[in-house]
């Protein structure tokens, strides 16, 4: 079985940065495609970004503000946010889309979800 497990939230003063991990741990596997989401307090869960094959898409307005990077041959993802600020105060997902092998298709993993909370 797959298990996604962040790690790297925590309270920071705005205008820091931060650096969330995502380890994907499990037997013969490959990461096919790796989200990440955040949910803002009393508001819906919403895509960040997606790393597909070495190629990063962000979302609009958040392009410079975070980064999404991997390292294959650890099997982690990381989710980088610079300047935070309030506004960022979330808990954060990885999503992967996981290729087990012998499947055809990927299979969709999530991760627990790490608190990250800005404030001065």
């Known amino acids: 079985q797959v298990q996604l497990v962040e790690s790297g939230g925590g309270l920071v003063q705005p205008g820091g940065s931060l650096r969330l991990s995502c380890a994907v741990s499990?037997?013969?596997?490959?990461?096919?495609?790796m989200l990440w989401w955040r949910q803002q307090p009393g508001k819906e869960r919403e895509w960040l970004a997606t790393?597909?094959?070495?190629?990063?898409n962000y979302r609009h307005d958040l392009h410079g503000h975070i980064t999404v990077f991997q390292d294959n041959a650890k099997k982690v993802a990381y989710l980088k946010i610079n300047n935070l600020t309030p506004e960022d105060t979330a808990v954060y997902y990885c999503?992967?889309?996981?290729?087990?092998?012998?499947?055809?298709?990927?299979?969709?993993?999530w991760g627990q979800g790490t608190q990250v909370t800005v404030s001065p």
């Open positions: 790393l597909s094959g070495g190629a990063a």
């Open positions: 499990g037997v013969n596997f490959s990461i096919y495609r």
């Open positions: 999503n992967g889309q996981i290729l087990l092998s012998g499947k055809a298709m990927a299979d969709e993993f």
